[in-house]
């Protein structure tokens, strides 16, 4: 990881998330959590089933907003915008990768891979030259005018990854990536995933398999919607050892 | 953006293309049917203003009184109008000619053909009064109408019935077992309103008609008689001008009912044409039920699009598709769908009214009123039955819908 100057790109503080749901009850799945995620970085956010990680990612990713506390993405507090301004956000400065791909199967791999680029207005053929680039990326050149359901999972997650890419994000979000595929498929995924990190790509990821952790160099553990752990993961890894 | 947009639910609904082309079946099948009922009701329409056209608007229809026993009014009196009455009507301001009718079913027989028809005892205006021409000789004379000779002017159904190629002209037919002969033929007028046939007519003098055809109850009275006046805007007045003159020559006193009636045709031109622009619309609403049934069936379609594709709109929302673009997607969709169904149909509507057209033997339109139709219905439909589906899939919840199976 290239530490040149520390620019932040997310900062949290004091979030807290509580469900409320019908008959009055309510469940508090976020604490007080707190963190900072500077540029560059490669961060695996782990805990146990149910610990609050997908809560979190999703606050993270604009797609939902903290019930408390502050959320600075690139310097600008996100946690009190509108839906319209969340979407605008999510396409320009985040890009997700999902667990279950969410391709659009009737679509061209180009036309997935550019979707995010048709809600900035960019034009039919640029749109086409980008998702080539970034195919290439992927290690998918060539596969443009194929459908997804002509390709394995890992190359559809590779699709994905490309998509994630497209819009150029200053991070990318991805919930349980490899969860859906086999070992030696996860493998390859994460190995993309950290060249693109040496790129100069910041990633936070979501998993709770160690073998995926292991390829991020922090790790924050969420323990019932607190952060428990937050440092390397391997200074996270020798302590455990001990 | 709107191209994007465009682009986009064509790509969607071109995806399911059996789908889409039943959804449209329903919109195409409603208007085709609206356009060809309202077709069907134009041609209604255009039918009675030719007849009435054919006659002549500027005229005035003068009948029996209606009987009236101890207050209760009854059906037609007895004929009231003298031959006398109507030649006094001349005479009256306003009025270009007058002229009255009366008539009876014979048999008329030319050497071994003959034929059902009817004849008419008139004058030399009901020319005028009818609108009819003179094809070949001349009409009868005011002379002739005086003196009672046996002259008739023929129609071209007789022409054809009794003489085919022959020269009807100076030939002697039989009506009743008497002679007449024929000095005269009319131009062909075509179908009646009620289809009956016009040109099956055989005119001669009234004086002629009541010596040698039919003399009846009072042969000096008609049952109908016509004005025309010198234009359609004096009519209400010469129509006062002729009650007047017939209470005089009736010696009706103050108080006392016409024993005759007054009727403008116009009157009558207006109360046939709104029956049949009632027709119309009644046709049309009843076709107008199935355009409902299918902007059902793009609702019900679009709600199960919104629902099946719950995943692919919260992948468009996570990746920054604005709730307006979705709304707008689907909406789009919906109008699309309506709109090539509308399109559709109304061709369908089109071809299909007009080749019952020809198979009817009718001159039908092909009113603006079809486009009017189809694209009101493809925007009205389509917007109608997307706004639902569309507003559904605008508010479903980004994480609840990546989360769909
Ligand atoms: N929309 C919601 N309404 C109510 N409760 C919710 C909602 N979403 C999540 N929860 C609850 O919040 C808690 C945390 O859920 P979350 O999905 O963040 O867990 P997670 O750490 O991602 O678990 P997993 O590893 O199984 O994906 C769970 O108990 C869940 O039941
Ligand atoms: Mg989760």
Redesign the interface.
Known sequence: MAKQQKETVIEVKDLCKTYFMAGGMSQSVLKNVSFKIEKGEFVAIMGHSGSGKSTLM?IL?C??RPTKGAYYLTGKLVSQKT??EL??I???EIG?V?QNF???M??TIADNVS??L????VG?KERYKRAVEMLKIVGLKGYEDRLPTQISGGMQQRVAIA?ALV?NPAIIFADEPTGNLDTKTSDEIMALFSKLNQAGITIVLVTHEDDVADYAHRMIKIHDGRKEYDGLRSAYLNKEGQ | MIYQILKESWISISAYKLRTFLTMLGILIGVAAVVMMVAAGQTVQNEITKTFDSMGTNLIIIGPGETVSGGVRGGRGRPSVSFDDVESLKNLKDVKTASYLVNFAVQAVYGSNNYGVSVAGTTPEYLEIGNWEIDKGSMFSEKDLKTGRPYVVIGQTIVEELFGLQDPIGKVIRLKSRPFTVIGTLKEKGDGLMGDDQDNIVMMPATTFRQRIHSGFRPQYTNVAFVKTVSEDKMEAVANRIEYQLRARHHLKDGVANDFSVRLMTDMVEKVRSVGFALSVLLASIASISLLVGSIGIMNMMLVSVTERTREIGTRKALGASNKWIMLQFLTESVMISFMGSFVGMVVGVLGSQVAGVVFEKQVPISLWSVVISVTVAVVVGVVSGLMPAIKAMKLDPIDALRFQ
């Open positions: 999703n990713g797609l939902d839906d319209n979407a605008f999510r396409g320009h997700f999902f969410n391709l659009l009737k679509r979707l995010p048709i809600y900035q207005g039919e998509r819009n």
